[in-house]
């Protein structure tokens, strides 16, 4: 297998919380630090000011980055950027620990900007089954937002299964 293909395959992983062992409290400080310090490095190269805050839970480690200054971060916390960092930390993480990292990265806040989209999302999908739909089914989207996507759905009283593969994997929602 190339190094490409198993990069490809840790990107599209789509693993289940059941699959993977629950890393240790001490294994997610590790995380943590080490994601810190790949972070650190970058808002160094980049000459960019951020204040980076590390949290365990659900067994993941969540990296925080922050800046007083608005304009800092606007860049790195767009959507897609924010993705392809955490990948990247992610990768880092998992060269120096040889394990699987379910790190959650947010720059700027666009994380929890992100749940607000989600949940406007399901609003609009549940607002169409009322309507008379039998389903609604969401975009495409990654494993960690398919998960807030069903909390969201269940919250709501509603069910939520995952379909399709890889990159087209997406979130389907039924009544209960």
């Known amino acids: 297998?190339?190094?490409?293909?198993?990069?490809?395959?840790?990107?599209?992983?789509d693993t289940d919380?059941?699959?993977?062992?629950?890393?240790?409290?001490?294994?997610?400080?590790?995380?943590?630090?080490?994601?810190?310090?790949?972070?650190?490095?970058?808002l160094d190269i980049t000459d960019l000011d951020g204040d980076i805050e590390i949290?365990?839970?659900?067994?993941?480690?969540?990296?925080?980055?922050?800046?007083s200054e608005e304009s800092s971060l606007r860049l790195?916390?767009?959507?897609?950027t924010v993705t392809a960092l955490q990948e990247l930390t992610r990768i880092a993480v998992q060269t120096k620990t040889g394990s699987f990292s379910r790190l959650?990265?947010?720059?700027?806040?666009?994380?929890e900007a992100r749940a607000a989209e989600?949940?406007?999302l399901v609003d609009k999908?549940?607002?169409?089954?009322?309507?008379g739909a039998e389903s609604a089914a969401l975009p495409a989207m990654s494993s960690y937002e398919r998960k807030l996507v069903h909390d969201i759905v269940g919250e709501r009283g509603y069910l939520?299964?995952?379909?399709?593969?890889?990159?087209?994997?997406?979130?389907v929602i039924t009544r209960a």
């Open 1 to 13: 297998m190339s190094d490409v293909t198993d990069i490809d395959n840790i990107l599209n992983a």
């Open 17 to 42: 919380a059941n699959e993977v062992e629950v890393p240790t409290a001490s294994q997610l400080e590790d995380e943590g630090d080490i994601a810190a310090d790949y972070i650190e490095e970058l």
């Open 55 to 67: 949290d365990a839970r659900g067994g993941r480690a969540y990296l925080s980055v922050t800046s």
């Open 76 to 80: 790195l916390s767009r959507p897609d």
């Open 104 to 111: 959650i990265l947010d720059v700027g806040g666009s994380r």
């Open 118 to 120: 989600l949940t406007m």
């Open 125 to 131: 999908a549940i607002e169409r089954i009322i309507g």
């Open 160 to 171: 939520s299964e995952s379909s399709g593969e890889g990159r087209d994997r997406h979130t």
